[in-house]
């Protein structure tokens, strides 16, 4: 695809541009975060609850109203009982909370004994900083019971605004198509058709493979953590197998929570050390076994592209920012592939294997599946 005829200015005044554009898109986005970040769960969503309410549209003679209204109730039903289950555990963790405080004590005083033993140096001022910190963190204050209100309810209006974008996308995905068609010139129009069913292609079977993925890393774990007699296993193995999808910094984030919290309940350091191998090895088994055979190469972005993405994804936008880069990253890819002068940045982005042949989704565009 050919957007602007080719140019005779020099390399600086390019280079120039597209860092001024690069700033301004970074900068948008910054400040665009609260519309943008649950628009673009929507649009993954949507292409995920594509096929289910073309079936329902199709086969069950549904309204395409209707439809979309029924694929989002089934998405909801299904994070609910994701939440669900998570929160009855956690529920049952805070009762655990003044044991944990207790411990986190006992422990810091034992190092800081340690310390001064075999270092002889002060306890009380080589200390006097994590005292202040741990006693900050634990303390029970109404500026932490209030942080949380503001962060629950900051979630759930994140969720209300996803699915009600949900809704609409796939509503007017037909018109958004048409749109997105008409936009660019008639000769270009097999190249965006093109675009978009590579979009949905490689998206839903990336958001679905992560998904499996994520179930037998909980599943695995939750098992494990049972039969270690390890107390929350559900919790612990539930959260490391959503946090896990997150690459590189999401099986940190699970491990050290599962440190902490194991710690809290069961003092013994074998416990603890049976925790961390439990999760390293399931770590290894994900990265080397499941993720090249379920999610295979459905996304084809080098290693370092990817942490560079979640990285400046949580600097822009927190922890939504981290889930979302690599879908965008993505999509970037696809279209810089098919846009004449984009190509070097679409070879950047991804790996050296051969590219993954989509089917002929041009006809399920026609058939209405788009």
């Known amino acids: 695809m050919k957007i602007l005829p080719s140019s005779a200015a020099p390399f600086y005044t390019k280079l120039t541009m597209v860092l001024i554009s690069l700033i301004a898109i970074g900068y948008l986005a910054v400040l665009g975060k609260e519309v943008l970040s649950p628009l673009l769960f ?44 998570i929160g009855s555990q956690v529920a049952n963790l805070s009762s655990d909370w003044p044991q944990f405080k207790e411990q986190l004590t006992t422990t810091m005083k034992d ?24 006693t ?3 303390t029970d204050s109404t500026s932490v019971i209030g942080a949380t209100v503001v962060s629950v309810s900051s979630i759930l209006l994140f969720l209300v605004f996803t699915m009600i974008n949900t809704f609409f996308l796939l509503f007017y995905r037909r018109h958004i198509v048409t749109f997105l068609v008409k936009i660019f010139r008639e000769e ?5 058709y093109d675009v978009i069913a590579q979009v949905q292609y490689i998206i839903r079977k990336y958001i679905l493979g992560l998904l499996l ?20 296993a559900m919790l612990l193995g539930i959260i490391t197998g ?16 599962s440190v902490l919290v194991t710690f809290a309940t069961a003092a013994a350091t074998t416990k603890i050390l049976l925790v961390v191998a439990a999760v390293v090895v399931m770590h290894l088994i994900d990265s080397n076994v499941l993720l090249p055979v379920i999610v295979g190469s459905k996304v084809k972005i080098n290693g370092l592209i990817t942490l560079l993405g979640v990285i400046v994804g949580e600097m822009m936008w927190g922890i ?13 890819k696809i279209i810089f592939d098919r846009v004449e002068g984009l190509q070097p940045w679409g070879l950047l982005l991804g790996d050296e294997k051969n590219e993954l042949q989509p089917p002929p989704l041009k006809e399920e565009i026609a058939e209405g599946k788009v």
Do not use: D
Request: aromatic share 14%; hydrophobic share 65%; with cysteine.
């Open 42 to 85: 929507a649009l993954l969503l949507s292409i995920l609850l594509l096929p289910v309410a073309a079936f329902l549209e199709k086969r069950s003679k549904f309204r395409r109203s209707a439809a979309a209204g029924v694929s989002v109730i089934l998405l909801i039903i299904f994070i609910a009982l994701i939440f669900y289950l």
């Open 111 to 134: 190092f800081q004994h340690w310390i001064s033993v075999n270092f002889h140096m002060n306890m009380v001022k080589q200390m006097a900083y994590v005292n202040t910190a741990t």
């Open 136 to 138: 900050k963190l634990l």
């Open 188 to 192: 270009n129009e097999m190249i965006v």
């Open 213 to 232: 993925e994520m179930a037998i890393v909980a599943t695995a774990l939750c098992i494990v953590f049972w039969l270690l007699g390890i107390k929350y």
């Open 242 to 257: 959503v946090f896990n999808i997150i690459p590189y910094i999401g099986i940190f984030t699970a491990l050290i929570f």
């Open 320 to 332: 939504p920012g981290m889930f979302l880069s690599i879908p965008v990253i993505a999509i970037a």
